[in-house]
Structures are given as C-alpha cells and as structure tokens.
C-alpha cells in the first residue's frame, strides 16, 4: 500500500506510464500511444497550491511527444489537444483534460519511438469553477500568493461539491495481430 499525495504527482504517475509501456511492449504487435490520465481533488496545502500553479503557468509542458520530438501546444492549439474522457470518480464521465506533460514521461517517449507519449491533466474545469479560474490567473500575474490562496478556496469548494479523490490512469493503445487493442 502506499500514501496518495506522498509522491503521487510526479512519481506514481510515471511508474504507471512504465508499467503500461512493459505490458504493451509484451502484449502488443506494436505501441501506437501512450497516454497518462491524472488529476487529484483533495484539500490542497497553500504549498501544493503554489505548486500547482507553477505547472498550470508553465507553458514548457504544454505539449507531448510524437516519433520522439517534442510538439508544444500553445493557445488554440491548447484548445484543440484538450479532449473529454470517461475518469473515475470524483472526475466522472466526460471530464475535460488537457495536454500537460509529465517531465518523468521524457526518458520513455526518448527510449521507445511510439507515435506517441502524452500526459493530460484532468484540472477541475467545469462551468462550475471557469470563472474562478479565469480570476485566479488574473491574479497570479499580480501575486503567486494571493492566487495560491485562491486556488485552495476553490479546491476546498471542490471537496465538497463532488467528493475527495486521485486518479492517475494510464491508457495504451496498439496492435496484435492487425486488430487495434487497448490497454
């Protein structure tokens, strides 16, 4: 067993990347992509907050791996990568992610030459929480601080609207035998 939020993002989540790669790799003809699914809905610390914040503004991991080279998505493109998956509880079905790449995912999209290797986070984004969010980066610009602030209010609010909860899933699709199969 082991403690969720002690290591989960990142550390966890890569190691599930990795398992999910090793069993393609033995059950698949070929690996046409690797995605990793992520999100946490819990009573954040300010420190987390921040932290979350710091990877919400980067605009480096914004992006994933195709035949090995990096294709950063950026604005509209941003847009056009996100996409609605099926999660398990508290996110739900058609929960909205987004393209953000996990740094410990480098090393297998350099070692393997699958079509690709992507991450996305599942960020809380509903119709629910759109304009808190939008004030939030406004605020951020000001002060990392009062932002972070903000932010935990939010995922307070989260907590108690649809329940406290982890998810870190990975998805493999491929080949065998000419058939496409997922994993």
């Given at each position: ?121 599942a960020p809380q984004l509903s119709r629910h929480t759109l304009h808190a969010w939008l004030y939030i980066a406004l605020v ?7 932002a972070a602030h903000h932010l935990q209010s939010l995922l ?28």
């Amino acid at each position: 067993s082991f403690i969720l939020g002690a290591g989960l993002m990142p550390g966890v989540t890569g190691l599930i990347a990795w398992y999910a790669s090793a069993l393609a790799q033995i059950l698949f003809d070929e690996v046409l992509a690797v995605d990793l699914y992520f999100g946490d809905v819990d009573n954040w610390s300010l420190t987390g907050c921040e932290d979350i914040l710091a990877l919400t503004f980067d605009r480096e991991a914004f992006g994933w791996y195709e035949q090995g080279q990096w294709k950063p998505a950026r604005g509209i493109n941003l847009l056009r990568r996100s996409r609605r998956v099926n999660l398990p509880a508290p996110f739900g079905k058609r929960t909205l992610v987004t393209p953000q790449f996990r740094r410990e995912l480098t090393t297998l999209a350099s070692c393997y030459d699958y079509p690709r290797v992507a991450s996305f986070v599942a960020p809380q984004l509903s119709r629910h929480t759109l304009h808190a969010w939008l004030y939030i980066a406004l605020v951020a610009r000001v002060s990392r601080a009062r932002a972070a602030h903000h932010l935990q209010s939010l995922l307070g609010k989260q907590c108690r609207r649809i329940g406290i909860g982890s998810v870190a899933e990975a998805r493999v699709r491929g080949s065998r035998e000419g058939a496409e199969t997922r994993l």
